[in-house]
Structure formats: C-alpha cells, structure tokens
C-alpha cells in the first residue's frame, strides 16, 4: 500500500513538472532561453489579453530578435538597449496597483511600460534569448544619487574582470560602471547566484539567487499563461 502511494505522489510530481514545461514552454526565455518561440501564439494571446498595440509591440521585439542573429555582443546590448528604452516609465502603484511588482518580460511588452525592475528584467531575459551567457549579465539593485532612491539596472560584464557596462533606463547611454558615479551598488544576481555589491564589480558572492522571493515569484509567471492586467491602460 505503501508502495502504491508512493509511485501515485511520484507520478502527481512528474505531471506537476510537465505541466509547468508545456506552460513555459510557449515562451520561456529562461529554461531554455535560445529556443525557438511560437510567435504567432505570442502575439495572439498578447493582442487578446491587452489589444492590438501589444500584439505590434512584440512583433517589433521578434525583429530585434531577428535582426541581432550574428551581432557581436556589444551590439546586441546596444540593440536591446535601445529597443526597452523607448517604452514608458510608470510607478508599480499607478500602473500595477501595487508598491512592488516585477513584471515579465511580455507584461512589460504588452502594457507599454513600467518601473525600473521591469526594464533590468526584459532586457535580461532577451539577452538570455540573443545567445549572452547567464555568468556575464547581473541585475543589480544600486542606489541612484540623482533621484535620491532606489533603483534598477542591468550590468554585462564582457570577461570575468570587467568592469561592467550598465544597461539604464534613467541614463540611455551605455557607460562602464565607473563613469556612473551616480549609482551606488547594492546587490546583484542573474538566474543562479546572488552577490553583495561593496564596490562597481562583481561583489561578493551571497549564495543562490533562489533566496530572493520576488525573482522566484517572477520565473514562475514567465510565459504568456499568467499574465497580469494593468490598473492603469496607458493605451
């Protein structure tokens, strides 16, 4: 009997996993970030959940996809760079009606903005999608001196000793992180480690990025099966 229960719950746990694979399998720009996405079921189900304009947004985003194929690293961070900054900044609380919200890659899309986390986050996640090695991207947490709060940035790091580039929505121009003297380093992670940033490089490492409750939340939603409608339409 024993037995039994046990290759019933072995059995609920192996449907559990396929379950979430078929789900993020649709567009999962982190288990497998190089591979191939439906795009025709992405656009659909973007243009269903927040309308047409959505559905041209992401068709524009698999161009860039497409046209960076065989860029050189810098490059694509210039290309993707400049793809997310022309979206808007809107405060979690106005847009999402909450204070903290990390929205994915496609809600940020899909909505036509956000706050700081959400461009860090859909710049990574597209890199990841480009071919960029998780180990030379960080999102990194810094304190931003000439808004006077806290902040949002993605960092590359071209070799293990670089000194990193900053991707930043508040600055649009990619600079290595000594020239932001405006951005205090706090923490920073990617899809496995967590660091603790005491100067403008890598930091010291602070275990898995598993420990940080919202970057779990988020991988859980990636995908187009989750996705959350906005307080506010900015469309």
Known sequence: MKAKIGRQKRFQRVCQLCVVATALGFSCLYASPTQTLDANYIKSTLEARYGERAGMRVAAWFKVLDESQGLSEQEKITKVNNFFNLFR??????????SNYWATPMEFIGVNGGDCEDFSIAKYFTLLQLGIP??????????????????????????????????????????????????????????????????????????????????????????????????????
């Open 134 to 235: 998780d180990d030379k991207l960080r999102i990194t947490m810094v304190k931003a001196t000439s808004v006077n709060q806290y902040h949002m940035v993605l960092a590359y790091y071209e070799t293990p000793g670089s000194i990193p580039l900053v991707l930043d929505n508040l600055d649009r121009q990619i600079k290595p992180a000594t020239q932001r003297q405006d951005l205090i380093p706090v923490y920073s992670f990617n899809g496995r480690q967590l660091w603790l940033n005491k100067e403008k490089g890598r930091g010291v490492l602070a275990g898995s990025s598993g420990r940080l409750e919202k970057w779990n939340d988020l991988k859980n939603r990636l995908g187009v099966e989750r996705l959350k409608m906005p307080k506010l339409r900015l469309e």
């Open 89 to 98: 900044f809107v405060d979690d609380i106005k847009l999402w009606g909450v």
